[in-house]
């Protein structure tokens, strides 16, 4: 047997084990009529049907990529945390407007580079993807579109019920978002949430195993990253 044989014999041998492929939702009905009705209030339909705690499959394969991840009531403790997480970060700059005592907001940036030291970004993602943990982020949530990439530090903000099952569900709500701003913005409404020129997937925060297959975390961006879901009805008794 060749050495090119022994390869391929090897990588056949110890395959994954199969999964069951997503189930594709097509048409106007069923659950694309449910991410429809759901545009601009969440992923909690597609939620329901997957059957499954969404939140916490994004949690675990969030910190599974090197990020972390925090149930919160709402922004006075995402600022405790971040507070307790990075005591001296230096300059904060948020898309948050209720973090404004704790950031720079409500602020525009013509030229990146004065951004180049910035040591936390706090941005409103809109929703998460369980299975891989990624966030999605259009332009007009990151201030500038570098920002998400030069900060020491990144924290991204989703509700708890904004969280889809899979890619399939993603791109989904991101068409019917679409959809919907082009309705708007035909019947003369201000340019919505679907029209931008950038929009990304962040998951986790930026890594690299290229040198020796030994894992570098913030190697070409942000060193860390935390995602705060936020549920309105969760207690806040026992948060220290």
Not at 27 to 41: E, I, K, P, Q, S
Not at 158 to 178: F, N, P, S, T
Request: proline fraction near 3%; aromatic fraction near 6%; include cysteine.
């Amino acid at each position: 047997m060749s050495s090119r044989d022994k390869i391929l014999a090897t990588v056949k041998a110890n395959q994954p084990e199969q999964r069951a492929l997503p189930e594709l939702r097509l048409g106007a009905g069923g659950a694309d009529g449910a991410v429809a009705a759901g545009v601009g209030a969440g992923g909690g339909d597609l939620s329901a049907a997957a059957g499954t705690d969404l939140s916490a499959a994004f949690i675990t394969m969030l910190e599974a990529i090197g990020g972390s991840a925090y149930m919160v009531s709402g922004y006075e403790r995402i600022a405790t945390i971040l507070r307790e997480q990075h005591p001296r970060v230096g300059r904060i700059i948020s898309g948050c407007p209720e973090l404004e005592v704790f950031a720079e907001t409500g602020k525009r940036y013509a030229d990146p580079h004065v951004l180049e030291d910035v040591g936390l970004a706090v941005l409103k993602a809109h929703f998460g993807v369980a299975e891989n943990g990624a966030c999605w982020i259009t332009e007009d949530r990151m201030i500038e579109r570098a920002l998400p990439f030069i900060a020491q530090h990144l924290a991204l903000v989703i509700r708890c019920q904004d969280i889809v099952a899979d890619m399939h569900g993603a791109y989904e709500w991101i068409e019917k978002i679409e959809g919907a701003a082009a309705q708007a913005e035909g019947a003369g409404a201000e340019k919505g949430v679907g029209s931008y020129g950038f929009a990304t997937f962040i998951a986790g925060p930026s890594k690299t195993a290229d040198i020796e297959q030994s894992l570098v975390l913030g190697a070409h961006g942000p060193r860390s990253l935390l995602v705060f879901l936020i549920d309105e009805g969760l207690s806040d008794a026992g948060f220290y």
